[in-house]
């Protein structure tokens, strides 16, 4: 039986190698003068943010949460599961999300 | 300590396996729009996807003003890992996964949503007014797809009564195919993962010709080699999720005769059905509007789904299935 630490070893693996791979990728400090456009597309504005809402990242937290909700609770009503942990879990997701900063 | 060797290796192979998919599809979406595809490096042009990425390496790196150069650091790593991460748990080359824990295919679920999270992150640390609509509307798509793709995932495991990856294939070894049973749901998976990697018609977060690439505009050099590289690995994942929860992963006719080097095969050649179907419909179709796509998922998909979860429960429940 794999343990829960075995899993997060490979995961460090992994983390490590990109790590690695994106470090060795170019910086390249100087910029030559076309470069210096503060953005990428070229588009000479002033740096500038729209009307952002920000509760958007809430709501995909939120069905972040749903997505395994979902199937935590529909396998223990397909397996006659005492329904007390799915519920459980929900309700601390749910309170997780109430108590998230808001904007 | 070998465990994390074996992880920095299995990373490398699936980073070169992600490559040969792109490879692939763009040759298969060539094919579908009549051109050629890539062709110059590496025999058939097989080398272009890791020409790209090195390209990309060594390219200067661009911080806009006002943007969050350490999250823009961290984010592409991570998303990149992950990917690779989620990979471990579905059996690929062999029956037995690299990695497989109790109820897996919950925390699989719940890490590639993360990844959706990152990239609308990515898109609000970038001050740009074309980043930030691009996280927007993959904020919205993101709310559309999920909810579908959510009960598509739910649906296997609730025939096959577990979430564990590894018991809901085994399951399919001793039955029929989950999309037997369950076509609609094998559908609706399609049509989400496609969304889900942003592909053509639901790229409406980079959409290139009005938004200019969307959350990816600020991105330059190995920022961008790595989201690329990260959306590449989780179109291997969403492809590779759907035929192990829906078409038997690696198994099918003859696989006793043959020895164990034909689940691969087999595991393979759904892959390459899976993405045969990707890439038509990337090839024939154009980008739709944001409310088409919000038509889509929450006037047709999600009561669809919801539709196929009954059909199961009820199936399940009269021990149809």
Redesign the interface.
């Known amino acids: 039986m794999i343990s829960f630490w075995d899993i997060a070893q490979v995961f460090i693996g992994i983390t490590t190698v990109f790590t690695i791979l994106y470090f060795l990728g170019s910086r390249k400090r100087e910029k030559h003068a076309e470069a210096l456009v503060p953005f990428t597309s070229g588009e000479e504005y002033h740096p500038m943010r729209i009307p952002y809402r920000v509760k958007w990242i809430y709501y995909v937290a939120l069905f972040s949460a749903y997505e395994t909700a979902v199937i935590f609770t529909m396998l223990a009503i397909t397996k006659g599961i005492n329904l007390l942990i799915p519920i459980l879990y929900i309700a601390l997701l749910i309170i997780s999300l109430i108590l998230a900063p808001m904007e | 300590?070998w465990?994390?060797?074996?992880?920095?290796?299995?990373?490398?192979v699936f980073m070169f396996f992600s490559f040969v998919l792109e490879w692939g599809e763009r040759k298969l979406v060539a094919k579908v729009q009549n051109r050629v595809g890539p062709y110059f490096t590496g025999p058939r042009g097989i080398l272009q996807p890791l020409a790209d990425f090195l390209k990309l390496?060594?390219?200067?790196?661009?911080n806009?003003?006002?943007s969050d150069s350490l999250l823009l650091?961290i984010i592409?790593?991570?998303m990149?890992?992950l990917s690779?991460?989620v990979l471990?748990f579905i059996p690929i080359f062999t029956p037995t996964p690299?990695?497989?824990?109790p109820?897996d295919?919950?925390y699989i679920?719940?890490l590639s949503?993360?990844i959706?999270?990152m990239i609308?992150?990515t898109g609000?640390v970038n001050?740009?007014?074309?980043s930030?609509?691009g996280?927007?509307r993959f904020?919205e798509l993101?709310?559309s797809f999920?909810?579908p793709?959510?009960?598509s995932?739910?649906i296997p495991?609730?025939l096959s009564?577990?979430?564990t990856i590894l018991d809901i294939v085994m399951f399919q070894t001793a039955n029929l195919p989950i999309m037997v049973y369950a076509p609609l749901g094998f559908l609706i998976m399609l049509i989400s993962l496609i969304a889900k990697v942003e592909r053509v018609p639901f790229d409406i977060g980079e959409a290139e010709t009005e938004i200019?690439?969307g959350w990816q505009?600020?991105?330059?050099?190995?920022r961008l080699?790595?989201y690329r590289l990260s959306m590449n690995i989780e179109t291997l994942f969403t492809a590779v999720l759907c035929v192990a929860l829906y078409m038997g992963g690696g198994y099918g006719p003859f696989i006793n005769v043959l020895g164990p080097a034909m689940y691969f095969v087999w595991f393979s050649v759904k892959l390459f059905i899976v993405l045969l179907i990707i890439s038509v419909i990337e090839g024939i179709m154009a980008r739709l509007r944001i409310d088409q796509v919000l038509s889509i998922f929450w006037r047709y998909l999600v009561p669809l789904a919801f539709l196929q979860?009954f059909i199961v429960?009820v199936g399940?429940f009269t021990l149809i299935f």
């Open positions: 300590m465990l994390i060797v074996y992880g920095a290796v299995l990373a490398v390496m060594s390219k200067e790196e661009i806009p003003i006002g650091t592409p790593i991570l990149v890992s690779t991460f471990m690299i990695l497989s824990y109820a295919l919950i679920i719940g949503a993360s959706g999270a609308i992150l609000y001050p740009g007014p074309y930030n609509i996280a927007a904020g993101f709310i999920e909810i793709f959510a009960i995932v739910a495991a609730i009564e577990s979430a200019a690439g505009v600020e991105l330059s050099g190995r080699a790595f979860l429960l399940k």
